[in-house]
């Protein structure tokens, strides 16, 4: 199934981007989307966003005490001042368990067409309900999360803002949905690569456009294409070539064990490549460091070809173009514990 | 010597409290001070705080590449979330290692007369150095940390503009005294207690007057005095009897480690106690989770009192008038790392 969409993508991809050569934000654009203000507001299902959510999920996000060492919280593995993600190369969790691949970055994670390097979790709602239970990370329970989140005040006033309808507002349903409204705000607008699929031609400098220009017609923009220049689709990793056992190790087999599907082993959802530069290392098990090694490894692996060290300098440059507006987060004050607060484990 | 300061501190501090003794207010402006904004520049030594420094220093406190592993900033145990110190009951470190004693809140930390539980570091800088090289806390070393510093050139830019006059802007003392500014502003004015002090007689309700009057009565004051209601000076930990060694082992001596006088032995700086009420659990051990049972403890083994539940609960009360404006702190967007920035570990 990913070949017939690796296939058609590929073609409407490469066919225009060669046919119009001259026009590259026509092209770009053709490919490409910038990020405004409504396109979050689109692509969040079942889950309407409102103010009191996304203050409620704000503290959760930064909540240790939703681990159950409680100090673990989101932003320990995807850290907002860090392009949304930890330091790598995999997360260490609860009882410093190194965990088995790269943590996806939470900016623009909304984009997305499903979350996790396998898109195991239709959205963020549902990737939100992983990592807090995973053993190797937050290693909690959905009851011991409710009993902590219960014996707040503070928290069981903001589930109810947040959750009015809801007759039982807190759970650990409502902490995923209000962790989602809040991701939903972690967008990076105003790249300089927005601007330019905008109209302003200048806002790349020559050497970027040539960047930009290779993406395009290498064959990059196939998997990488549209709103988060990436993410929105699964594609083997390994077309022209297996990369090493160190950068793919056939133990994981990626998104063949979420379709029990043999032709989906080692298929991955493609990287979204916004603020890419912002936080290496790359691939799912984070061991490639600079963004040279991973075009260069992308173009023999995928591709099979071998760019030269100044058209990988460009494709660099370019993907410097879409670094946005970082969040500017408030950090939040939490709700206080109380002699019913389990205690930390 | 610290019982000659303990005699004189409880022998001034009682003798007017008992002469007039209806006079509330007086007397708790005898024995405490409000926080105001004049407060923090008269108690930074050889460090001038400036926007520059105070900004770098958010950076640095939030920084986790500041640790070997990455993943641990000051942050982690000084969560200005809660009350800025971690959930306990002592910290998690590197590769899950336990520290020996409760995290010290970093909120209003800049009043203490000396930083640690045992005063062995005189100011901020000199504490900030500290758990950045603790093995079991960050486990990094200077040289290491000036080497992360130096790869990114957004962070040797900000400690320049922070150390215009420093030859050598980038080093381990300046990241001490940035962080040192920036906790310089970690205060938590606007307590109810600072507005009884400075004159609004109905910012505390009559059970709260009751709690301040025993407090300053019974004694607790002459330990937990001044601006941060405590940590103004050394006392014995046990006068009138030994806590259990489960609150108090006999291994950690206290003190007497840091003036190699046996006479200090489980002697310790007094906690300071503003916003005492959102940071559970309490006592160098992180044993004890309630404020009842604190104060409790405190009754019966440093002044050999057994106080009855309505004056237990009218402390309590008092204590929580000691919660002031939380910090709120933008989180901080941090310099991307370069491929000459030092791996995790």
């Given amino acids: 199934m990913y070949l017939t969409r690796f296939a058609a993508l590929a073609a409407t991809l490469l066919a225009p981007a060669m046919a119009v050569a001259g026009d590259l934000r026509a092209d770009a654009n053709a490919v490409f989307k ?27 996000f930064f909540d240790p005490r939703l681990s159950k060492s ?3 919280s989101c932003n320990s593995c995807h850290n907002l001042g860090t392009g949304g993600v930890d330091a790598g190369p995999t997360s260490i969790g609860h009882g410093w368990a190194k965990g088995p691949r790269r ?12 979350q996790f390097w ?7 709602k549902a990737q939100a309900k992983g990592p807090v239970q995973a053993d190797v990370e937050m290693n909690n329970t959905p009851a011991q999360v409710e009993k902590m989140l219960n014996s707040m005040p503070a928290y069981v006033a903001e589930f109810k803002a947040a959750f009015p309808a809801d007759p039982k507002p807190v ?21 300089p690569f927005d601007k330019f699929l905008k109209g302003d031609v200048n806002a790349l400098n020559d050497v970027e456009k040539k960047g930009l220009r ?9 998997c990488h294409g549209g709103v988060n220049i990436g993410g929105n689709g699964y594609f083997p990793f390994g077309v022209a070539q297996k990369p090493g056992v160190e950068i793919m190790p056939v133990a994981d087999k990626g ?47 995928q591709l099979g070809e071998n760019f030269s060290d100044p058209d990988i300098k460009a494709i660099v440059a370019f993907l410097g173009t879409l670094n946005g507006d970082q969040p500017k987060a408030v950090y939040p004050v939490l709700p206080p514990r109380t002699k019913d607060t389990p205690l930390p484990q």
Same sequence: chains 1, 2.
């Avoid at 396998?118 to 963020?124: E, H, T, Y």
């Avoid at 290779?214 to 196939?222: R, S």
């Avoid at 043999?262 to 290392?281: E, K, T």
Wanted: charged letters at 20%; glycine letters at 4%; one cysteine or more.
């Fill in 34 to 60: 910038p990020i405004d203000a409504a396109s979050v507001a689109s692509v969040v299902k079942n889950n309407e966003i409102t103010p009191a959510k996304i203050d409620l999920g704000s503290k959760l």
């Fill in 70 to 72: 409680q100090i673990i």
């Fill in 103 to 114: 943590a996806p970055t939470v900016l623009n994670a909304v984009f997305n067409v499903a």
């Fill in 118 to 124: 396998d898109g195991r979790a239709v959205d963020l």
């Fill in 171 to 191: 759970s650990f349903d409502n902490m995923a949905k209000a962790i989602e409204a809040f991701e939903a705000t972690l967008t990076t607008p105003n790249a």
């Fill in 214 to 222: 290779l993406f395009i017609d290498k064959g990059c923009a196939a």
């Fill in 255 to 301: 998104r063949s064990k979420v379709t029990n599907d043999a032709a989906d082993d080692f298929v991955f959802r493609s990287a979204p490549l916004r603020n890419v530069a912002l936080r290496a290392p790359y691939f799912h098990t984070g061991t490639v460091w600079t963004l040279e090694e991973a075009v260069d490894l992308m173009a023999k692996d």
